[in-house]
């Protein structure tokens, strides 16, 4: 009786994640031609960006194989959606009243969130790194 409560269960489970695929959200990933980048200080700046930033705040995102299943295609859509929104590298000049938060958003650790960092050991900045990129976040024309 409680195999075939957990079968049940189970094929339940596997439609409903098959079920949830169908729904388009979170698989038209774009990237569209970078328009204007900052005028970085240094390359030091932008190589640590680009690894911590990019990914959500410019149309150079990397879209890795699991953005393409659902549901966690539509977080990594929502986020990148967010992020463009917020501050675009790519589109410099565009959105620019943040400016003066970002090196404060930086150093406080509010980015990148925590959860970037699982599925992307490569954009955790050492203090070193959060640091210089700080600095050279706040020095941006």
Known sequence: MIRRIVLIVLAVGVALVLA???VPYGRQHTNPPVAS???WVDPTTRTLAKRACFDCHSNETIWPWYSNAAPVSWLIQ???DEGRRRLNFSDWGVLRQRERELAQVVLEGEMPPVYYGWMHPSGVLTTQET???A???SALK
């Open 20 to 22: 949830i695929q169908l």
């Open 131 to 133: 640091a210089a990129l």
């Open 135 to 137: 600095q050279g976040l």
């Open 78 to 80: 929502r986020d990148v």
């Open 37 to 39: 980048e900052p005028q």
